[in-house]
T-cell receptor, first 112, second 111 residues
Framework: EAEVAQSPRYKITEKSQAVAFWCDPI?????LYWYRQILGQGPELLVQ????????DSQLPKDRFSAERLKGVDSTLKIQPAELGDSAMYLC??????????FGPGTRLTVL | RKEVEQDPGPFNVPEGATVAFNCTYS??????FFWYRQDCRKEPKLLMS???SGNEDGRFTAQLNRASQYISLLIRDSKLSDSATYLC????????????FGKGTMLLVSP
């Protein structure tokens, strides 16, 4: 069964450092999403891509977060500099048209 | 008013019980609806889509009430393995699939 791949699975960093997360969606899925999930909350959308174009990044803290999907396939989410409040699970998901989204295993970020 | 609201629970039920969760959404133009299941420290997984006519998958039944803007999930004959957080998810966008997640309802099934 096709899956969304993410790496790393866990990341521990010190505040003010830069971190990057990688996602490879299910093959053929044009839409890719990055979410942040804080413990006890539902996932919150950070950025949505349709192919290589950003569709929605209204909730992305653009002073420190950036995301790209240069070839419309895999994607990278970067945080620079990381802050203590960025500690969370970062989830990548992909979908085909309007069906439900399929999530990767996530990257659990801890900022010390 | 929050866009998607759920009772956070936890719902504590014994094995074999029937349990139901409700979820309300604020945008009457919402077009599609889903229930996701999330185990502790794992990613959300699609449990079922919710159709206007209602749908059933084994022990799970989902219903949509557009007039009252709520969806429900009914679990019959609860199993220990049903213990998880159930996320109500609504597509409030048009065109692209833009999902809004509720905070989830935690279910704990005990022996």
């Amino acid at each position: 069964e096709a899956e969304v791949a993410q790496s790393p699975r866990y990341k521990i960093t010190e505040k003010s450092q830069a971190v990057a997360f990688w996602c490879d969606p299910i093959s053929g899925h044009a839409t890719l999403y990055w979410y942040r999930q804080i413990l006890g909350q539902g996932p919150e959308l950070l950025v949505q891509f349709q192919d290589e174009s950003v569709v929605d990044d209204s909730q992305l803290p653009k002073d420190r977060f950036s995301a790209e999907r240069l070839k419309g396939v895999d994607s990278t989410l970067k945080i620079q500099p990381a802050e203590l409040g960025d500690s969370a699970m970062y989830l990548c998901a992909s979908s085909h048209e309007v069906e439900g989204q399929f999530f990767g295993p996530g990257t659990r970020l801890t900022v010390l | 008013r929050k866009e998607v609201e759920q009772d956070p629970g936890p719902f504590n039920v014994p094995e074999g019980a029937t349990v139901a969760f409700n979820c309300t959404y604020s945008n009457s133009a919402s077009q599609s609806f889903f229930w996701y299941r999330q185990d502790c420290r794992k990613e959300p997984k699609l449990l079922m889509s919710v159709y206007s006519s209602g749908n059933e998958d084994g022990r799970f039944t989902a219903q949509l009430n557009r007039a009252s803007q709520y969806i429900s999930l009914l679990i019959r004959d609860s199993k220990l393995s049903d213990s998880a957080t159930y996320l109500c998810v609504v597509n409030m966008g048009s065109g692209y699939s833009t999902l809004t997640f509720g905070k989830g309802t935690m279910l704990l099934v005990s022996p």
